[in-house]
C-alpha cells in the first residue's frame, strides 16, 4: 500500500494510459463508471485482486464484479462475456434472455451473475458459483478496459460500509491515501450502483441489488423476477451499508417537534425546499448545520445523482445525527434511492 497521496488523472490519453499502465503492472486504479467510482484491478491477478479486498478492507465473501469493455463492436456483446462464463447448463431461453438483456441494457448499469467459467478465480467470485458481470457505459472506462486488454475486477472506491463515491474527490477522500492513481471522469450520471440480477439455466431471473436500471425494465422483457431471497447472498445486501459517519434517522414525518434536541443536525429533504424545514428544526431548538434536497422537482434521476454527494456533503459538517425524508417514489430508479436511503439508516 503507497503512503503518497493518489495522482488525479485527467482522463486525456496520457491520463488513461498511465492508468492503464499501472493496472497492466498489477496496482490498482480508481475508475469513473457512469453509476460509481469504482476501484479497479485486473480480474486475472490474483494478487491484484487480493489488494482489492485489502486496500476496502473488504471481507473476502463478498464478490466483485468484472467489467468488460464493449470493443469495437464488431463482436456480438456476448462474446465479450464467454471467457468468464460456462454456459453448459443454460436452457436455449435463457439464453435467448441473456442476449435480449444484453443488448437492451449494455453498456449501461446493469449487473449480470451467471455461471462461472473455471478460469475465473475464487477470490473474485468469493467461492461462489457465479460470476458477476457488467459492462459499463463510461466512455473513459470503456477506454481505460481496452487499454489494459483484459477484463477489470471494480467493486465500488469506497472503503467497506461506506458511501460510494460518486466523484473524483470523494474517491480521493476514500482512497486517496491507498491507491497510486484516481482517473477523474467527471461526476457520475447515474450516481448509485448497477442493478444485479442473477439469470439462471432455466432462464428465472432473480434481482439481487436494485440500481441503475429499475426493475420494471428488466420484468418487462424477463417476465416477473424472482423476489431477494431472505438470506443474504452477498454483502451489497447487508441491512447496513453506503452509510455515512453520522447515524441517519429516516423519518416519515420529518417533525423536528418529535425529536429530542441532542446535537447538531444535518437534514437531508426528498424534494424541499429546505428553507421552511430548517426554520422549524431551529425553532423546535435544533441547532442545523446543513441541509440538502435531493430533487427540487421530485426527479428520479437528478435525486439518484446527488444522493450520494448529499450524504457525503451533509456528513462533512460533522452533525450529531442526519434526519432524511423518505424519497417520493417506489417504483423506477426510485426503488433504489429508497434501498439505498433504507440502508443508510439501518441500524449499526
Ligand atoms: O455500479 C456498480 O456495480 C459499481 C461500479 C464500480 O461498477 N460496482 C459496485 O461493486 O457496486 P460493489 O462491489 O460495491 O458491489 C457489488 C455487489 C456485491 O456486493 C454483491 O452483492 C454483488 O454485487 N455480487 C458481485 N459478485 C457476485 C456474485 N458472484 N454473486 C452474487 N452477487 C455478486
Ligand atoms: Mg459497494
Redesign the pocket.
Known sequence: MNRKQAALLPSTEGGVSFAAERLIAGDLVVMP?E????LAARADSPDAVSSVYAVKQRPLF????V?VARGDGSEPLLARIRPLVDFRSFSQEALDLLEVLGESFWPG?L?L?LPRAETVHDLV??G?P???V?M?AHPVAERLIRAVGVPLV????NRFGRI?PTTAQAAMEELGDRVPAILDGGPCAIGL??T?I?IEPDATVRL??P??IPTEAIAAIAGALSPRSARV?????LPSHYAPRAPVCLLQDLDPAKIEPAGPVAILLARGPAEPVIAAFERAGHEVLAARVLSPTGDDREAARNLFAAMRSLDAASPSRIFAEPWTSQTGLGAAISDRLARASAPR
Do not use: M
Open positions: 463508471t453509476t460509481v467510482y469504482g463478498d464478490p466483485l464484479i467489467h448499469p449487473t451473475v467470485t468469493a461462489l457465479g460470476v458477476a457488467r459499463p471494480a467493486p465500488s472506491a460510494s450502483e448497477s444485479v442473477a439481487l441489488r440500481g441503475g447472498e452477498a454483502p451489497g445486501q
